[in-house]
């Protein structure tokens, strides 16, 4: 937790507080015209939920952002939601003049076979921990510069 972080966000950081499930969450922003490159998740321990915030979109109606996950493509506009498994290959990009705003959250894959969660739970502890230990570094340069 950062406190000033939840401070600015107090929904969401008591989404977060009150969610043992919810490791993680981010707002991802997504210039105009950009594009995030395939890449995949690191292990399947973890899904990723995305909600659209502000999303823009197409002469059509259609989400100007698009996800393309395995080989295909989604269009989560705003107010849209999807539950994903970030170690498939995906990559994102935003085909408008305006920013795409996103709440990502990662959280905690349930039903895992005994050895996995055992395993997924040690990793999760493990990026926690060194998280724990570099946040306080990352804040201070993030109000220095």
């Known amino acids: 937790d950062v406190d000033e972080h939840m401070a ?12 043992p499930d919810v490791l993680s969450a981010t707002l ?3 210039a105009p015209h950009k594009h995030i490159p395939r890449h995949r998740g690191p292990f ?26 395995a080989d295909r493509d989604y269009r989560i506009g705003e107010g849209d939601a999807m539950l994903w498994d970030d170690t498939f290959p995906h ?16 959280v905690r894959r349930r039903q895992l076979p005994p050895d996995m969660a055992l395993l997924s739970r040690l990793l999760i ?3 926690g921990a060194v998280a724990r230990r570099r ?11």
């Open 28 to 30: 991802s922003f997504l």
């Open 91 to 106: 990559e994102v990009w935003n085909d408008s003049d305006q920013w795409r705003i996103a709440l990502l959250l990662d």
């Open 125 to 127: 502890a493990g990026i």
């Open 135 to 145: 946040l306080p570094a990352m804040v201070a340069a993030g109000r220095n510069g």
């Open 44 to 69: 399947k321990g973890v899904l990723r939920y995305q909600l659209g915030l502000s999303v823009p979109v197409r002469e059509d109606g259609q989400p100007a952002a698009v996800l393309r996950l």
């Open 8 to 19: 600015a966000c107090p929904l969401l950081g008591e989404l977060v507080r009150t969610s």
